[in-house]
């Protein structure tokens, strides 16, 4: 998995690589904020982001509440790194798009605990995304079924957008997954043994 | 303990080094790799000096913002070796860059300085010891 580090000071963001790839991460190193937003807002960008909060030019919680401005992205997992123990700082931070902190100097169980964290919730947000593509897709073929259907006044028979003609079952069940059990309604039951009453037996 | 003498600027004083470096706590902070603690260790003295210019001309010119970012720096990084007189100094002159008050901020930075110089030595001597 790849994560981004954003940290001015080249000391610890060596540790903070360091530490990150000997965890099996692929690390991508931003020295500033604004390095660290361009990074993080590219096609193919990491989604998980470790951040200082006190950077030149735009901190980290700046870059945070800017990432989350954006419309129809992918979720990024952000972390901030900070010095600041007072709580409503702290508060401020999350309040801008910050889903976690961890205090410096870090401690290294505390924070992989934290990026496992990070992970869970990005495994959660691909599977929910997952879902929504897939209750979308349905919601397309229900309209489709709830639309105009041409068919066959005699067989039934259901013609698609490729002037096909199907089987109103299997139509039904290549857009919806329905399958049929078949049986047989009382009014259709009291008209075939009524059929079968005026048939004579044949002779033998 | 041992003394050791270090030369700082025009002022020399006597600076004991510390017995134990690094705690337990502090490679611990390093997933018990002595070696990357080396590493950052050397990183940190080779940076020193642009951070201490930093500061200096931060509190020469009197801004107040640059001050507190210029102490930031140093107590971050300082941090990493475990708590010490330094980081105590590096944040209180980081606090009195935020409250734009630098009456006292040249004393406090000459004493950041000679706290630093103790780190310092400390740091040489365990960059040293690990180099062999």
Redesign the interface.
Known sequence: MRILIAEDDAVSRRLLETVLTRWGYEVVAACDGTEALNALTAEGAPRLAILDWMMPGMDGVEVCSRVRARENAPYTYMVLLTAKSDKEDIASGLEAGADDYVNKPFNQQELRSRIKVGERVLALEQALARQVTDLEQALVQVRQLKGLLPICMYCKKIRDDQDYWHQMESYIHHHTGTDFSHGICPECYEKWMASRKQTPPAEV | MMNKFMAEGNVTTIVPAQEVFPSAETL????GDIN?LS??SS??LD?LPEMLSTMNTAIASGNEFAVE?AA??I???V??FGESPAQEAAFRLEMMGRKCDLSAARELANELETELARLRNILDTFVKENAL
């Open positions: 611990d902070r390093f997933g990357l590493e950052i990183m940190f940076g970012r930031h720096a107590k971050g990084v941090s990493n």
